[in-house]
């Protein structure tokens, strides 16, 4: 268990829809970055927050959003769903800045659109 | 250009022998973080050993070792003792600082490595 937790785990929706993935990062941890896995994309990076803020942009479609809040936690809005958008979307975190930090992930969410 | 290679897509290796799964990075970077990471069928992505680029001796952790050969920029993971449980996709990660100063995580392809009992 890596201490990063998502939900929901299981995710079924139609082309179109709206959905929000959450995650929570590791006690500690002010970074937290979102990946989507697909099988022809391979580990994409989307975005990174770092203690509230946006840190980094990585391939992060206009449909998609994403916020860390408050109390660290961070959630990816996915809109205007289509069939590509099918993937394994994890989150990770990291305790800060250094390049040392250890990148921790999160179990994943496995989004698939009908 | 790639800055993670991981040129082999599939590797067998029986079970208890060891197994090294290649890795090349490119950088220009002195300082620069090198992470190994494994995925199960299950799909979690696994923490398995980290290597800094000042580091003089090689990372190990249990069974697993990372041979890094700086001045050829490869970080080869070392299995020793293969365990069925060792069956799942390995992949290759560097970190380094860019212009902005954000640092990023390159990830290699991956290689998938089943254990034959």
């Known amino acids: 268990d890596s201490g990063v937790t998502q939900t929901p785990k299981h995710l079924i929706t139609a082309t179109g829809q709206r959905v929000t993935l959450r995650c929570s990062p590791r006690?500690?941890?002010?970074?937290v970055y979102w990946y989507q896995q697909s099988l022809d994309q391979g580990l994409q990076f989307l975005i990174q927050?770092?203690?509230?803020?946006?840190?980094a942009k990585g391939n992060i479609l206009e449909r998609f959003s994403a916020q860390q809040f408050p109390d660290l936690h961070s959630e990816l809005n996915l809109s205007s769903l289509e069939l590509g958008d099918s993937a394994l979307y994890f989150c990770a975190s990291r305790k800060g800045g250094s390049i040392t930090d250890t990148q921790y992930f999160g179990p994943g969410t496995r989004l698939t659109v009908l | 250009a790639q800055k993670i290679t991981q040129t082999q897509p599939g590797m067998f290796v029986q079970e208890k022998e060891a197994v090294t799964l290649d890795c090349t990075y490119d950088?220009?970077?002195?300082?620069?973080?090198l992470f190994w990471y494994k995925q199960p069928s299950s799909g979690e992505m696994i923490f398995l050993i980290y290597q800094g680029s000042y580091d003089e001796q090689n990372a190990t952790e249990g069974r697993y070792s990372l041979n890094f050969q700086k001045a050829r920029k490869s970080a080869n993971l070392v299995i020793s003792a293969s365990q069925l449980g060792d069956s799942a996709m390995y992949f290759c990660?560097?970190?380094?600082?860019?212009?902005?100063?954000?640092?990023?995580?390159?990830f290699g392809t991956g290689t998938r490595l089943t254990v034959i009992p």
């Open positions: 927050y770092y203690n509230g803020e946006e840190r």
């Open positions: 950088t220009s970077d002195q300082s620069y973080g």
């Open positions: 990660a560097m970190r380094e600082v860019d212009q902005t100063g954000a640092n990023n995580l390159f």
């Open positions: 006690s500690g941890d002010l970074s």
